[in-house]
């Protein structure tokens, strides 16, 4: 089945920087679009970033130019770099795998960016 697994997240004070991966299993990786989702308490889940299957990317803009969503094929593994952290960055952030039109998401990792 299709598992989602992310690491990465932690506290972090604000400017720095963080790293987080989503391993995933299950389907076929090479060709599914792969996301980056946060949630805040009493907010929707917004997007991030989104690479697709031929490695194109897009980002929300709130964080273009501070992050960078990248995939390792061999690996099965996407990854989001966040760089120049704000305290509005913290939230909860999940990997999402859009597998023939239906979303799956890892269990979330908290990132919290301290002022």
């Known amino acids: 089945q299709v598992q989602l697994v992310e690491s990465g997240g932690g506290l972090v004070q604000a400017g720095g920087s963080l790293r987080l991966s989503c391993a995933a299993s299950g389907f076929m990786f090479s060709m599914t679009p792969m996301g980056w989702y946060r949630r805040t308490p009493g907010k929707e889940r917004e997007l991030v970033a989104v690479v697709t299957g031929g490695g194109s990317t897009n980002y929300a803009d709130s964080v273009k130019g501070r992050f960078t969503i990248s995939r390792d094929y061999a690996k099965k593994t996407v990854y989001l770099q966040m760089n120049s952290l704000k305290p509005e960055d913290t939230a909860v952030y999940y990997c999402?795998?859009?597998?023939?039109?239906?979303?799956?998401w890892g269990q979330g990792t908290q990132v919290t960016v301290s002022s």
């Open positions: 999402n795998a859009n597998y023939f039109r239906q979303d799956y």
